[in-house]
T-cell receptor, first 111, second 117 residues
Framework: QQQVKQSPQSLIVQKGGISIINCAYE??????FPWYQQFPGKGPALLIA?????SEKKEGRFTISFNKSAKQFSLHIMDSQPGDSATYFC??????????FGTGTSLTVIP | EAQVTQNPRYLITVTGKKLTVTCSQN?????MSWYRQDPGLGLRQIYY???????DKGDVPEGYKVSRKEKRNFPLILESPSPNQTSLYFC????????????????FGPGTRLLVL
């Protein structure tokens, strides 16, 4: 059973457009929600993270929107660039020990 | 350079032949973890460790063992590998959460691609 459900599986966006990836969870014990970026042949790297006490966190072109009542969170990439082409994973953690990842979204940004 | 290293990077083996994948970090992190990555399934946590001699099961621990005898090392052991353990494995490390508002960046190694025939 997938604890964190991620969509879409793949996404194609024009350069300069907005990329949006969505995740949903059920377990209310989750208290930390990171997003990871993975390039081919590399390990995932932390992109941005949020705790459920806030509804939005922004770092540069990357924003997490968090809806605690709906148990959903999403990643928005503004002004998407070809260099953003990668696989993105959402995740949820309990007490910083147990981590559950989404199934990943392959993003392609077309020049 | 701060990093997580894994060895080997690629491994082909046969069913039942015991193997160990090593993981080492040079950041003095307390927390270390192993994941497997499979197409369509994302990353799944196998085991994690909060400090020396402290380990716990993740989501998919069956068929795997770990040990944490030193802070910097966290080897993954497959006592009797089977074809369903063919996967891409990642080790990761971070500081322990120090408070409810702290953010612990998990640093991932480069991955070990394992094929069990």
């Amino acid at each position: 059973q997938q604890q964190v459900k991620q969509s879409p599986q793949s996404l194609i966006v024009q350069k300069g457009g907005i990329s949006i990836i969505n995740c949903a969870y059920e377990n209310t014990a989750f208290d930390y929600f990171p997003w990871y970026q993975q390039f081919p042949g590399k390990g995932p790297a932390l992109l941005i993270a949020i705790r459920p006490d806030v509804s939005e966190k922004k770092e540069g072109r990357f924003t997490i929107s968090f809806n605690k009542s709906a148990k959903q969170f999403s990643l928005h990439i503004m002004d998407s660039q070809p260099g953003d082409s990668a696989t993105y994973f959402c995740a949820a953690s309990i007490a910083g020990n147990q981590f559950y990842f989404g199934t990943g979204t392959s993003l392609t940004v077309i020049p | 350079e701060a990093q997580v290293t894994q060895n080997p990077r690629y491994l082909i083996t046969v069913t039942g032949k015991k193997l160990t994948v090593t993981c080492s970090q040079n950041m003095n992190h307390e927390y270390m973890s192993w994941y497997r990555q499979d197409p369509g399934l994302g990353l799944r946590q196998i085991y994690y460790s909060m400090n020396v001699e402290v380990t716990d099961k993740g989501d998919v621990p069956e068929g795997y063992k770990v040990s944490r005898k030193e802070k910097r090392n966290f080897p993954l052991i497959l006592e009797s590998p089977s074809p369903n353990q063919t996967s891409l494995y990642f080790c990761a490390s971070s500081y322990l959460r120090s408070g409810s508002w702290s953010q612990e960046t998990q640093y991932f190694g480069p991955g070990t691609r394992l094929l069990v025939l």
